[in-house]
């Protein structure tokens, strides 16, 4: 504790060059590609086939679908055309363009890889980062390193995917490469032209499973997937679904897992309508209601400069809590209390001393009748024991 008060840690930056594969898809020069090409970046140059090259300006990015829009001065670029992903077919040939390994021997002119659509709708995490991606293509279409952010193209030359990454033992391609349906990636453009950034969706939807035990205890048939949930003044709230129904169809999809579910809200976007069917005991039912914007506040601000938020699905999905309520620290102030006794954006607290906390009420008000303490709180699964004193 002594060399970490008086001898902080030390931090250094160092500038590496990364390199990927993007598409120009309007006359006026907006590229899409990869985030995971341009993240971090200080700089980004592109490169065109024909030798040209420009600065780009980094229009939006997207970690959780892994996407970014550049844009490059100049007018009468040639572009791609955009195809729809919604119709292709399981075996149906695609070509992947892109520049594997870097411009081999500084030829700038892409490589072309052939094969076919050999699934729909894959989930899998990378192999390269923490990113879970859903909804993908999966091809056999030679993906190698580099090939990232080019455009997976049907027979007739149309996009109807974003070459994304690879899963390999290897390094290079083994026949598996995933590519992100170009339907995601048209409202990711637009969202992006429009606000400079992916707006938080929110539906407000707590699920789960039902397996054969719950349902037995339930007294139900395992059909479909079971609210357990619903977050307060959400766009779930007033569409009339209560706690106990089973979800069993969305937009049109069979839902009969959490996976389904997830698979499809991965491509919804705010201002999407949702058209759901569930069960309530023996009836069926419908309902629709349009997807808003999750406006994200830093929370209530308590005492030592610690800020905290009742747990909602918004806020367990981004710090992949177990909880559906309780009270997680959602950011804390340089050189507070709370930061010198260790707290982290994401802690759940569960208890202020003996008392047991699960409102931030119960937290603020807890705080304010010590002086010297200690806080038990979860951190990914770890329960810790935090000495707390002023």
Request: glycine content about 10%; charged content about 20%.
């Amino acid at each position: 504790e002594f060399f970490r008060d008086f001898f902080p840690e030390q931090y250094y930056r160092q500038q590496i060059k990364s390199l990927g594969t993007g598409m120009i898809i309007t006359e006026d020069g907006y590229i899409l590609t990869n985030e995971h090409v341009v993240s971090n970046a200080t700089d980004i140059h592109v490169s065109l086939p024909d030798g040209r090259n420009f600065s780009a300006e980094l229009v939006a990015a997207d970690r959780t679908i892994d996407l970014a829009l550049l844009k490059i001065e100049g007018e009468e670029f040639p572009h791609v055309v955009m195809g729809n992903s919604d119709d292709i077919m399981i075996g149906e040939w695609v070509i992947a363009l892109g520049n594997p390994f870097g411009f081999l021997l500084e030829d700038t002119s892409p490589t072309v890889t052939v094969g076919v659509v050999s699934a729909l709708y894959r989930s899998i995490k990378s192999t390269r980062d923490e990113r879970v991606y859903k909804n993908m293509i999966q091809t056999d279409a030679a993906i190698n390193p580099g090939n990232s952010g080019g455009p997976l193209v049907n027979i007739l030359g149309q996009v109807i995917g974003i070459n994304t990454f690879i899963f390999t033992s290897s390094g290079g391609s083994e026949g598996i490469g995933f590519a992100r349906p170009v339907s995601i990636a048209k409202k990711f453009i637009d969202e992006a032209k429009e606000f400079g950034r992916v707006r938080s969706p929110w539906i407000g939807l707590w699920l789960q499973d039902i397996t054969p035990e719950l349902a037995k205890t339930l007294n139900i048939e395992p059909i479909g997937i079971l609210v357990t949930n619903i977050d307060e003044k959400s766009p779930a709230s007033g569409a009339g679904i209560k706690v106990g129904d089973r979800l069993t169809r969305a937009n049109g999809s069979m839902i009969r897992r959490v996976a389904d579910w997830e698979r499809l809200v991965a491509g919804v976007f705010v201002g999407d309508t949702l058209h759901i069917a569930y069960t309530r005991l023996t009836k069926q039912m419908e309902t629709s209601f349009i997807v808003t914007e999750y406006v994200e506040s830093e929370g209530t601000r308590l005492q030592f400069g610690i800020f905290v938020e009742n747990i909602n699905y918004y806020l367990a999905k981004k710090y992949n809590l177990p909880y559906e309520s309780g009270v997680v620290v959602t950011k804390v102030e340089t050189n507070s209390v709370g930061k010198h006794c260790g707290l982290l954006p994401g802690d759940v607290v569960l208890a202020v001393g003996n008392k047991r906390i699960s409102q931030k009420q119960q937290f603020q008000d807890a705080l304010k009748e010590v002086r010297k303490t200690y806080l038990i709180i979860d951190r990914g699964g770890l329960i810790l024991q935090m000495y707390f004193s002023i």
